[in-house]
């Protein structure tokens, strides 16, 4: 599993409140990704990482934002929760040889 | 547990049977691509990989053939077990850039 954990591994919460979901990795990895998963979709890449401090958008960026302040913790903050942000999310690391492994996901529900 | 997909195509076999998943990837110049299995309720899992340098892949009861030409991609589970009934999708890279992910088949396994 690459050392990966997230938390909350599930959230309620209602619309317009921020929410922050964290993932750790113990393995040093500098590549790590926010994806989220929805029916019909495939996963999505929404913001990722290729060091502290240094991110970038994916293809489905607004409404995130993401921080990474440390090597082993990347952020993804909700600034204000809508509906359609009611997903599976997903964060990833990537090695240097390009496998990626993911999380086990956070359930976030967004009432 | 929440469904990954709900309109996914499905392949039904018997257990024991072997099954082909198929993939068809977007980009003539990707160069790395991974099969990940993902269970109801659970993060994607690496299974294999393959490079572009190479047409063909094994591991323990699977293997990975890869048509560049076609741009086509497979995956072959031998002796298929119930334990194998899950939603698989292919990811394509290319030279490190960030990953398209396939939107999965659902595998299930009859006994």
């Known amino acids: 599993d690459a050392g990966i954990t997230q938390s909350p591994r599930h959230k309620v919460t209602e619309t317009g409140t921020p929410v922050t979901l964290r993932c750790h990795q113990t393995e040093n990895h500098r590549y790590m990704y926010w994806y989220r998963q929805d029916p019909g979709h495939g996963l999505r890449l929404i913001h990722y990482?290729?060091?502290?401090?240094?991110?970038d958008k994916g293809e489905v960026s607004d409404g995130y934002s993401v921080s990474r302040s440390k090597t082993e913790d990347f952020l993804l903050t909700l600034e204000s929760a809508t509906s359609s942000q009611t997903s599976v999310y997903f964060c990833a690391i990537r090695q240097e040889t390009y496998e990626q492994y993911f999380g086990p996901g956070t359930r976030l529900t967004v009432t | 547990g929440e469904s990954v997909g709900l309109h996914l195509p499905t392949l039904s076999v018997q257990e024991g049977d072997n099954s082909i998943i198929n993939c068809a990837y977007s980009?003539?110049?990707?160069?790395?691509f991974i099969w990940y299995k993902q269970e109801s309720g659970k993060g994607p899992q690496f299974i294999i990989d393959?490079?572009?340098?190479?047409d063909k892949r094994q591991g323990q009861r699977v293997t990975v053939l890869l048509n560049k030409t076609v741009k086509h991609l497979s995956l072959q589970i031998a002796a298929t077990q119930p334990g194998d009934s899950a939603v698989y999708f292919c990811a394509e890279n290319n030279y490190g850039q960030n990953f398209v992910f396939g939107p999965g088949t659902r595998l299930s396994v009859l006994p």
């Open positions: 990482s290729y060091g502290v401090k240094d991110t």
């Open positions: 393959i490079r572009s340098n190479m």
């Open positions: 980009n003539s110049a990707s160069d790395y």
